[in-house]
Nanobody
């Protein structure tokens, strides 16, 4: 069983930055694919970014967001720059213990509770 806890959300003005963190339990964190997803009000949850050895991104955030991980700390990060109002959502971290580099939610077995990111215009 893997437990994930997100932190770092908040309210920021358009053009600003936030860094989200996801702390994971478990001794095999380094082999997991980790991902960030988000769900805006009235919309379905969508893929944002994932990482196993290198990061990969949704087109909507490419060039603005950077995903990274520190395996020694069992922690994943999402640095979000040049934020836009349309980035407003609840952000979830997720873990895929099979290590597939997927964008599909169904590949991720473990999920955090989410952290709210609100970008004002």
């Amino acid at each position: 069983q893997v437990q994930l806890v997100e932190s770092g959300g908040g309210l920021v003005q358009a053009g600003g930055s936030l860094r989200l963190s996801c702390a994971a339990s478990g001794r095999t964190f380094s082999v997991y694919t980790m991902g960030w997803f988000r769900q805006a009000p009235g919309k379905e949850r969508e893929f944002v970014a994932g990482i196993r050895w290198t990061g990969y991104y949704a087109d909507s955030v490419k060039g603005r967001f950077t995903i990274s991980r520190d395996n020694a700390k069992n922690t994943m990060y999402l640095q979000m720059n040049s934020l836009k109002p349309e980035d407003t959502a609840v952000y979830y971290c997720a873990a895929d213990p099979r290590g597939t580099a997927s964008r599909r939610q169904s590949e991720y077995d473990y999920w955090g509770q989410g952290t709210q990111v609100t970008v004002s215009s």
